[in-house]
Every structure is written in structure tokens, then in C-alpha cells.
């Protein structure tokens, strides 16, 4: 197990805890990347309330904060997070900046506020100034950070490693290693593991001469590719208008106690992976939940979990569909 977790180049959560609240996942998932590769532990919020759901688990120590989100103002959840916790640190992002909102996000506590597009220096830059005023890169304050309790990752196998090493073998005898074919090869090493793992995709990025982050940004604008194993079923909850003033939050927060996965995990048997959906067209039956083909509606916690503890480990494999 060191083996693979050395592999892996997995390194225990020594930084401090980050938290990124943007709702563009392919600017979330770019961010995510650029800190992880800095080694800090990041999580990401898609939206305001689970930005806030995500501040009452637990302690963070820097919020980056995209200012424009689908439900809550961000200026409102920097208002309620430094309310909360006033030594958090806070950068904004934004594509809409004016003077009078740098000037508002400052008076908050901001310690920064970028507009969009910025480079990953002028980002990692704003987080080192974030993370030096708030002295948390102090080790005492880091070794606090460690003690809290973390966000479960389900990590890759070790023969996962022993498949990326074989596919790899594979796509540098059939490709080239040119930038055009790139997808070919992410296709290739998704259709092979059933999701790209980190080790393929640095390796690809090598391979083709390619910033890792760019890579990165590949995968997670093309809704085809995975970072992360698949379950052996698929379930979706609809996060749509409906289905939230319904109670979709309510069954997230049952699978996440129940089953031990937020949206975009799978379970640690692998039976599962969840997902959540902007709309599933169905919303006079909501909260709408789906797995693997089968719509179920006027879902609640428990029927959710009466449906996916009913779920045969034999049913449907989705890798051999
Ligand atoms: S909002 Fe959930 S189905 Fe439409």
C-alpha cells in the first residue's frame, strides 16, 4: 500500500485547507489542479449554499470566491463566512469586475481580487499573499489543519497503476505523441480503465509535451471523461430549481452519510458513483433521483436509500456496457 500511495504521489494533507467556490467546473477543476500540484489540500463548491454547507463541516483556511453563482451572491457568502470565521482568507475571481465590487470585497476582508482571465502565477501569487497574511502556513497552524477530519478520496487501485502502465505502453506504440491526439488517447485510456487516473494523465501531458493543467482542462470541459473511478451504477440526483426547493439537498446530504460520497465520488466499494444534473425534464414528479436507467420520483432520503440498498452488486456493469 506505501508502494502505490509513493505511486501515487499522494501526500498527506500538510498545507492549509482550501476551499474553491466557483460554478464553471472547467475554471474549478484548472484552479483545483494548479493549488493540488503546489501540494495544498483543496475542496471545491459549485455554489453558494454549498460553499456554506461545506464552511459548517468543517474549518478552511482560504476561500477562493467566484463573485457570480447560480444561487447565492458571493459577496453574501464572503459576508456570512467572515461573520463565521473572521481569519479566513479570501480571494475573489471574477469575470465581472468593477471598481465598487474590489472595493466592497476589500472592505470584507478580501486579501485579494483577480479578474478573469489570470495566469497561474498571478493566482498562485494571490494565494501565497492570502495564506502569509493569514499566517497559516505557520506549521503549528498547518499541523491543526492535519488533525481535522478530511474528505474521503477514493484514490486508484494498485492494479489501476499496473493498467495505466500497460495502456501507457500501449498509446506510445500507436501514437505519435503530438497534441492532435490527445483525445484519442484520453479515449483510449478511459475506454481501457473505465476513467482517466492522475498518473495517466501526467503521463500523457509528458508524453505529448503538454502542461499537465492543460490536459486537465481537456478532461474536464468534455463531459465523456472521468478523474475519478466509476461505480459499477450510476446514480444522479437532479440539483435543478424543482428538485432543490424539493428537497434534493436533503437526499445529497443522506447519500453522503449513508454511503460515504459527495457528488463526483464513488463509494469506496465502487458500487457507486454519484452525480448530480442541472434538469432531468421531469420536474412535476421532483425531487428526481435516477439510477443507472431507472427514474424515480417524489424521491426523500429514504426512499433514496431504500432504492440504492436494493441494488444488486450483479446488476449492470456500466464499464461493459
Ligand atoms: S429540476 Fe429536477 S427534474 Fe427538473
Known amino acids: 500500500m506505501e508502494q502505490a500511495q509513493d505511486a501515487l504521489h499522494i501526500q498527506p494533507p500538510l498545507w492549509p485547507q482550501i476551499l474553491i467556490m466557483e460554478d464553471e467546473m472547467s475554471v474549478a477543476k484548472g484552479l483545483e489542479l494548479v493549488l493540488s500540484e503546489e501540494g495544498y489540500t483543496v475542496d471545491l463548491a459549485m455554489n453558494g449554499r454549498s460553499a456554506l454547507d461545506s464552511f459548517d463541516r468543517r474549518d478552511f483556511d482560504l476561500l477562493i470566491a467566484d463573485l457570480r453563482l447560480p444561487d447565492i451572491d458571493g459577496m453574501e457568502v464572503i459576508k456570512r463566512v467572515k461573520h463565521r470565521r473572521p481569519d479566513t482568507g479570501v480571494i475573489v475571481i471574477t469575470g465581472y469586475s468593477t471598481v465598487p465590487s474590489a472595493v466592497e470585497a476589500m472592505k470584507l476582508g478580501a486579501t485579494d481580487y483577480l479578474s478573469k ?12 499573499g492570502a495564506l502569509d497574511e493569514q499566517k497559516v502556513l505557520h506549521a503549528g497552524a498547518a499541523q491543526a489543519a492535519v488533525a481535522k477530519p478530511a474528505v474521503t478520496v477514493l484514490e486508484p487501485l494498485p492494479e489501476d497503476l ?74 444522479k440526483v437532479c440539483r435543478g430549481t424543482a428538485c432543490h426547493v424539493k428537497g434534493a439537498e436533503r437526499i445529497l446530504n443522506e ?58 452488486p450483479a446488476d449492470l456493469d456500466p464499464n461493459q456496457s
Open 117 to 128: 482571465p489570470f495566469t497561474d502565477d498571478e493566482f498562485m501569487s494571490a494565494v501565497k
Open 162 to 235: 499496473q493498467q495505466v502502465h500497460d495502456i501507457m505502453a500501449q498509446i506510445r506504440q500507436q501514437f505519435s505523441g503530438t497534441r492532435e491526439e490527445l483525445i484519442p488517447m484520453l479515449q483510449k485510456v478511459q475506454n481501457h480503465l473505465g476513467f482517466i487516473p492522475e498518473p495517466a494523465l501526467e503521463e500523457i501531458a509528458h508524453f505529448t509535451r503538454t502542461p499537465a493543467a492543460s490536459v486537465y482542462g481537456v478532461v474536464t470541459f468534455y463531459e465523456q471523461f472521468r478523474l475519478h473511478p466509476v461505480g459499477r451504477h450510476i446514480v
Open 255 to 312: 447519500i453522503e452519510t449513508r454511503f460515504g460520497m459527495s457528488p463526483g465520488q464513488t463509494s469506496d466499494d465502487r458500487m457507486f458513483t454519484l452525480e448530480t444534473v442541472a434538469c432531468f425534464g421531469s420536474c412535476a414528479i421532483a425531487p428526481v433521483v435516477v439510477v443507472d436507467d431507472s427514474v424515480k420520483g417524489r424521491m426523500d432520503p429514504s426512499k433514496t436509500s431504500e432504492v440504492m440498498a436494493a441494488v444488486e
